[in-house]
């Protein structure tokens, strides 16, 4: 696992270095880049040769957690889940390709 940490922060690095060099000196907002090395990671070491998918799953699980959030208090309200709305509509897409990643990670037929 040490391997997989050294290249995802190599890679981190070196991406602060090259947003350095093409402006000499600016703020960096660390938060995105933490969130993108953890996921980079969990993705490598959890995926490994399907690591594109494990970055997949990564922002398809951030996008539900965000429309989840934002309709949050509109749950309350009796069979609001069943209205179709256009977020109801992408948080049924993303549970799909969510299904469809993991059926293809684990080598299930008919995928």
Same mark, same amino acid.
């Given at each position: 696992?040490?391997?997989?940490?050294?290249?995802?922060?190599?890679?981190? /690095?070196?991406?602060? *270095?090259?947003?350095?060099?093409?402006?000499?000196? !600016?703020? #960096?907002?660390? @938060?995105?880049? &933490?969130?993108?090395?953890?996921?980079?990671?969990?993705?490598?070491?959890?995926?490994?040769?399907?690591?594109?998918?494990?970055?997949?799953?990564?922002?398809?699980? /951030?996008?539900?957690? *965000?429309?989840?959030?934002?309709?949050?208090?509109? !749950?309350? #309200?009796?069979? @609001?889940?069943? &209205?179709?709305?256009?977020?109801?509509?992408?948080?049924?897409?993303?549970?799909?390709?969510?299904?469809?990643?993991?059926?293809?990670?684990?080598?299930?037929?008919?995928?």
């Amino acid at each position: 696992m040490t391997p997989t940490f050294l290249k995802s922060c190599n890679d981190l /690095i070196s991406n602060w *270095e090259e947003t350095l060099s093409s402006s000499g000196a !600016s703020e #960096i907002d660390i @938060w995105p880049s &933490l969130q993108s090395l953890t996921s980079d990671v969990i993705a490598r070491s959890s995926f490994g040769s399907s690591y594109e998918e494990g970055r997949k799953v990564f922002q398809l699980q /951030i996008e539900q957690g *965000e429309l989840i959030m934002k309709n949050l208090m509109k !749950s309350l #309200i009796p069979l @609001w889940r069943f &209205l179709p709305t256009a977020d109801h509509r992408k948080i049924n897409e993303n549970l799909s390709g969510l299904g469809l990643i993991h059926f293809k990670l684990l080598g299930v037929a008919g995928c």
